[in-house]
Nanobody
Framework: QVQLAESGGGLVQPGGSLRLSCAASGSIFRLYAMGWFRQAPGKQRELVGGITSSGVTDYADFVKGRFTISRDNAKNTVYLQMNSLKPEDTAVYYC????????WGQGTQVTVSS
């Protein structure tokens, strides 16, 4: 069983930055692939990007060059650094772990608005 808790969301102006964190319970965090998803009002949840257990990252086209995912296995934490934020990035952002089972965090709201 893995429990995930996101933090770091909030209100930011267009062009600004935020860093989301996802803290995971469990001693085998390092074995899990981690992903970030988002869901805007009235839209389906979509994949933002992910990082494998070995640290290989991949991103959706709409965030490439702006968002960066990293992980710190010693802290059981995965990060989503978001730069050059746009109003269309407004959504609830979710952390996901896949490995022996699939797990979701509760989400954190990101609002990009002036």
């Amino acid at each position: 069983q893995v429990q995930l808790a996101e933090s770091g969301g909030g209100l930011v102006q267009p062009g600004g930055s935020l860093r989301l964190s996802c803290a995971a319970s469990g001693s085998i965090f390092r074995l899990y692939a981690m992903g970030w998803f988002r869901q805007a009002p009235g839209k389906q949840r979509e994949l933002v990007g992910g990082i494998t257990s070995s640290g290989v990252t991949d991103y959706a086209d709409f965030v490439k060059g702006r968002f960066t995912i990293s992980r710190d296995n010693a802290k059981n934490t995965v990060y989503l650094q978001m730069n050059s934020l746009k109003p269309e990035d407004t959504a609830v952002y979710y952390c996901h772990a896949s490995g022996v089972g699939n797990y979701w965090g509760q989400g954190t709201q990101v609002t990009v608005s002036s």
